[in-house]
């Protein structure tokens, strides 16, 4: 394809590294883990990684983390604040928990939660808040977390979007009480399935190494601030303490992921390059809502939304993307009130609607960034666009 939605990021070290855990016969979650959990987390400056299969495992385990801490742990009912489009697993683990949504329209211009309304989204019921930034571009992450700091809120900091983002010098995945990220094909850098919670507080972080694996005590230090070892006897390596999962990472996954670290950072500059290209060409054209930057995107795609003032024929557009040989897509999941398993969910939305996220739904998609660059395709997407939108 000419311009794709997604594309391979992987050199010949992250093979070799893939090979080296085969020929090794240790496959299953050991030191390779480990060391990727300590780099990334160390990269991002977090005081504990715990490491799974993807980022929704991330979110899941997040979500039942702050349901199991000792104290003020969220319980059913409870409400929490979220943005009103963001993918499906960024809610789930909520709804699974019984946890009430208050469901939060996006801002146009950069996509995420509109922060002017957190005010009203408050009730005596909420307790948390889960805080997304859509496609790179940083969330008002600093408003967010005071907000939640005067109302005593936890945050969850979605940042499966947005690795390497920026905001007022602070990476994003560092503003909540746990951050989410996601390693998955397509995103920033890429373990094929994967994910990480990044946290400082150590109860949450052995929360989650439990929870991660069947909810035993295997992985915890004697120490840990949830488990006090009680006998050295046969029992204690089969000691269940939470109703957890088995959502363990693969050697592979992480041997891989160590190499993919060692060049984020170049990946990211790479992307922020055809970012600014991207931006030059389209910003100021008023037949397209391109996303504003927050502090600094980290560039996972570019959005376009039709300027719905023009009435714009988005199959059109469509086609001529599809004959030009570019990918498109919905900007994530789209407006998430619009998804059918809503039917399963506890939830309100502030104001009434989403009016925001509904231009975005009908009239927006976005196409692909790479850490390489992508001058041709990013002219040859101006010249479809411009010709098919009069
Ligand atoms: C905001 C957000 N949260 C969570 C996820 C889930 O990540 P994964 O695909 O690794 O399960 C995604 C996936 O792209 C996402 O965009």
Redesign the pocket.
Known sequence: MFYELAAPTWGPEEIDAAKRVIESTFTTMGAEVKAFETEFAAYFGAKHGIMVN??????LIATAALCFKTERPLARGDEVIVPVL??A??YHPLQQYGLKLRFVDIALETLNMDVAQLEAALTPATRAIVA?S?LGNPAALDVIRAFADRHGLYLIE?N??SMDAELGGKKCGTFGHLN?F???FS?HISTM???IVLTDDDELAHLCRSLRAHGWTRDLPPDSPVYSRKSADHYEAYRFILPGYNVRPLEIEAAIGRQQLKKLAGFTAVRRRNLALFQSLFQGDERFIIQRENGKSSAFSFTIILNPARNPDRNAVFVALTEADIGYRII?GGNFLRHDVLKFYDYDVVGGAAPNADIAHDYGFFVGNHPFDLEPQIRRLHDVLTTVCK
């Open positions: 993807s980022g929704s495992s991330a979110n963001s993918w697993t960024t997304v859509i979605d499966c979007e989410t996601s390693f998955f995103h399935e994967g994910g994530t």
